[in-house]
């Protein structure tokens, strides 16, 4: 339960997230196990980056792995995970297919982007279909890296600045 509830709090500051994470973050590696918080310099994420992103409030990472909903969409589930050192919390900021964008470009605000799960290789995605507990409209993984459509855009709109909230792995 408090998974499922994580997620309808994640599905609606995500994009707040991303853009604080697209604003103040660096393209350094993490060798560690676990990511440290990103300075306050305000360095840039680039495509290609791979990221974590946490909900500010509860403390919970936007995770996924391969468990499809058992309703709605039928897709791969996407949640909350509250463990740093998770590896199912990976994401990788891409440019959409239409973005003439290659990797190494600073992502700026106001961009549409893509977020792939890094170990299945699947788009964070948003559609119609309604989330199993909250009614809310559901957020998924789906395609891959030969499949992706508009449901896998996400524009970065800067809403807060959360500097602590951000963790950068690579």
Same mark, same amino acid.
């Given at each position: 339960?408090?998974?499922?509830?994580?997620?309808?709090?994640?599905?609606?500051?995500?994009?707040?997230?991303?853009?604080?994470?697209?604003?103040?973050?660096?393209?350094?590696?993490?060798?560690?196990?676990?990511?440290?918080?990103?300075?306050?310099? *305000?360095?840039? =994420?680039?495509? /290609? $980056?791979?990221?974590? %992103?946490? !909900?500010?409030? +509860?403390?919970?990472? &936007? @995770?996924? #792995?391969?468990?499809?909903?058992?309703?709605?969409?039928?897709?791969?589930?996407?949640?909350?995970?509250?463990?740093?050192?998770?590896?199912?919390?990976?994401?990788?900021?891409?440019?959409?297919?239409?973005?003439?964008?290659?990797? *190494?470009?600073? =992502?700026?605000? /106001? $961009?549409?982007?893509? %977020?792939? !799960?890094?170990? +299945?290789?699947?788009? &964070? @995605?948003? #559609?119609?279909?309604?989330?199993?507990?909250?009614?809310n409209l559901e957020v998924s993984c789906f395609g891959g890296d030969g499949q992706s459509d508009t449901g896998d855009y996400w524009r970065?709109?800067?809403?807060?600045?959360?500097?602590?909230?951000?963790?950068? =792995?690579?």
């Open positions: 339960p408090y998974r499922a509830t994580a997620v309808v709090a994640m599905a609606a500051s995500v994009l707040a997230l991303a853009v604080a994470l697209l604003l103040g973050a660096s393209s350094r590696v993490d060798h560690g196990a676990a990511a440290a918080p990103v300075s306050e310099e *305000g360095l840039q =994420v680039t495509y /290609g $980056s791979t990221v974590k %992103l946490m !909900h500010e409030k +509860t403390k919970v990472r &936007l @995770h996924s #792995h391969d468990v499809a909903y058992g309703s709605g969409s039928g897709q791969q589930s996407v949640t909350g995970f509250p463990e740093i050192d998770d590896s199912n919390s990976y994401w990788i900021v891409r440019p959409t297919l239409d973005s003439s964008a290659k990797q *190494g470009d600073a =992502v700026e605000t /106001g $961009s549409i982007i893509r %977020l792939q !799960h890094m170990r +299945t290789r699947k788009w &964070l @995605h948003s #559609h119609l279909h309604a989330s199993p507990l909250s009614g970065c709109d800067c809403l807060k600045y959360v500097m602590h909230a951000i963790y950068l =792995v690579a």
